[in-house]
């Protein structure tokens, strides 16, 4: 029997990686212009990161997390998500103590058991921000600017933004009071986690995915109706500065977002089908997890929901040819002359490939043409005899002359 890749897993395969890498080189490219940094953490933590750090009535931590035991009868679990590791790493490390803000960047892979579906999967990849030290709008703004642009490079349009309040712990406790008399009296329609959590974060139940509660939060109080004037000032001075970068975004007071930890802002940007990067402020995570008090703010965008959108929306990924020039061989000795022309070649950094397969002259023409190579050579006894090559642009069939024994009139031929 074939064995085949784990339920909601997806291999990226060499016709495929390109667009990765140009994904990943631009949101790279985007985080060094905000003067982000990167950070590299573990695929897995203890368990007890993510009870602490998402929260224990979120989706992820009562439904989704791959949690084992390791021989050393640790709980282990695999990232679900990368802030709650990358406040471990800030806190652990004591980049608190350096000069603040702390900016990080991640790209990582995530795992969840999910239902999976078109968008979802068990294995997935985010890239996430986390910007550690400010209090202030302006910081919100920018995370949320940083997600704009990184959209904006990549030629996405379609996209829209929506942001929204949470609150704060001096105001969540009224409002929390509000919901739960709405919700009380249809508590016996709720789903079965949301029971669970009527008590312990209402709030959450305004993010549960079951059609039964959705019908039931449609009609519930808004928070926006019960922030405080602190949060409501926070809220006023983020929309100046999302303004003033002339940043379209619309209010969304029913957006709560997956996990516990948010207070304030928080903020979707989505297309028809799905969400594809969320984020908000989380000012007592830093905490909550062991550290000084610190407000922070950040994002996770899903790599393969971004790319899907690239492909729906018909923007084409630039996909350089892997092979500049393809040296076929006629011979034992002419292929030895290839295999050291190859070398030679690369190290000045063009892309060569050379026969591995025994083929004939003909056979291996095909192979470079299927391969996309930019140019063919074929070496012979005669071109060894008179120190020549012909280069054959695949293009439009012209053919260039160049010296064997001179790497530099290859060069440039092929440049
Ligand atoms: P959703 O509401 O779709 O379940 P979420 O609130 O769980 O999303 P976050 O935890 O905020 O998502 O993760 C940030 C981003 O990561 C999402 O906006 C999405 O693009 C991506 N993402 C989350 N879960 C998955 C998944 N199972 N498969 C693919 N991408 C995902
Ligand atoms: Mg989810």
Redesign the pocket.
């Known amino acids: 029997m074939e064995i085949q890749a784990p339920k909601g897993t997806k291999d990226i395969l060499p016709q495929d990686a390109y667009k990765w890498q140009y994904v990943e080189g631009i949101l790279r490219e985007v985080s060094k212009a905000f003067g982000v940094r990167e950070i590299r953490t573990p695929i897995f933590e203890h368990t007890e990161l993510f009870l602490r750090g998402v929260g224990e009535t979120t989706?992820?931590v009562q439904k989704e997390m791959y949690t084992f035991k390791d021989k050393g009868d640790r709980s282990i679990t695999l990232k679900p998500?990368g802030t709650a590791p990358s406040v471990r790493a800030f806190i652990e490390n004591r980049l608190f103590n350096e000069a603040q803000p702390t900016k990080l960047y991640y790209i990582i892979p995530?795992f969840?058991y999910?239902n999976v579906q078109k968008?979802?999967?068990?294995q997935?990849h985010?890239y996430g921000i986390e910007m550690f030290g400010s209090k202030e709008p302006s910081m919100d703004a920018e995370v949320i600017s940083l997600a704009m642009e990184a959209l904006k490079r990549l030629g996405l349009k379609s996209l829209s933004l929506n942001i929204n309040n949470l609150g704060c712990p001096k105001c969540r406790p009224k409002y929390n009071e509000a919901l739960k008399s709405y919700l009380q009296e249809n508590y016996d329609d709720l789903c079965d986690v949301c029971k669970t959590r009527f008590e312990k974060n209402p709030m959450r139940i305004l993010d549960c995915k079951e059609k039964s509660c959705n019908k039931i939060t449609k009609n519930a109080p808004i928070i926006l109706d019960y922030i405080c004037d602190e949060c409501n000032d926070h809220f006023t001075e983020v929309k100046k500065y999302l303004d003033a970068l002339n940043i379209k975004y619309k209010i969304d007071p029913g957006i709560v977002?997956?996990?516990d930890y948010y207070t304030k802002t928080i903020f979707?940007i989505l297309n028809e089908d799905?969400?594809?990067?969320?984020?908000g402020r989380y000012d007592k995570l830093i905490e909550e997890i062991g550290g000084p008090e610190m407000p922070a703010v950040g994002f996770?965008?899903?790599l393969?929901?971004l790319i899907m959108t690239l492909e729906q929306e018909g923007i084409e990924i630039p996909n350089e040819g892997y092979i500049d020039l393809y040296i076929g061989s006629r011979g034992d000795k002419a292929k030895m002359e290839a295999f050291i022309l190859a070398k030679k070649l690369r190290e000045l950094g063009i892309k060569t490939e050379i026969n591995h397969m025994g083929r004939s002259v003909k056979a291996e023409m095909k192979y470079a043409n299927k391969i996309g190579a930019l140019y063919t050579t074929i070496l012979g006894d005669d071109e060894l005899e008179n120190n020549t090559l012909k280069l054959k642009r695949m293009s439009d069939g012209e053919q260039f002359e160049a010296s064997l024994n001179n790497i530099e009139s290859i060069k440039n031929v092929l440049k």
């Open positions: 989706d992820i998500e995530c969840r999910e968008g979802r999967l068990r997935f985010q977002r997956g996990l979707e799905f969400t594809v990067c969320g984020g996770g965008m899903g393969e929901r």
